[in-house]
């Protein structure tokens, strides 16, 4: 399994970006695909998830309303829109997939087995 993502950069507050994460060499049918970001001295926090199942979508409470989450099966990608975004918001954003389609651990960074390696995003002014 290969996770490679892109789009991350410097922003000013308020700013906009949008995260890609091109996903190839495996044959699970359904999954999870989140976002997990790491800021500078802290731990792995759980994003955005998306069930590739029913299409459902999940937010935590620091991103909800800000970001968006998305995926284009055909294209085996997976998208991350943030808006509005904050100093706070610094970190290394990663693409991760967790085979189990149980919604139980889904904002749990540690079940997931397929990670990307990570691009950076640097919100300041």
């Known amino acids: 399994v290969q996770l490679v993502e892109s789009g991350g950069g410097l922003v000013q507050p308020g700013g906009s970006l949008r995260l890609s994460c091109a996903a190839s060499?495996?044959?699970?049918?359904?999954?999870?695909m989140s976002w997990i970001r790491q800021a500078p001295g802290k731990e792995l926090e759980w994003v955005s998830a998306?069930?590739?199942?029913?299409?459902?979508?999940d937010y935590a409470d620091s991103v909800k309303g800000r970001f968006t989450i998305s995926r284009d099966g055909a294209r085996n990608t997976l998208y991350l829109e943030m808006n509005n975004l904050r100093p706070e918001d610094t970190a290394l954003y990663y693409c991760?997939?967790?085979?189990?389609?149980?919604?139980?651990?889904?904002?749990?960074?540690?079940?997931?087995?397929?990670w990307g390696p990570g691009t950076q995003v640097t919100v300041s002014s």
């Open positions: 991760a997939i967790r085979a189990s389609l149980n919604p139980s651990g889904v904002r749990s960074w540690y079940e997931y087995e397929y």
């Open positions: 060499g495996f044959t699970l049918s359904h999954y999870y």
């Open positions: 998306v069930n590739t199942a029913d299409g459902s979508t």
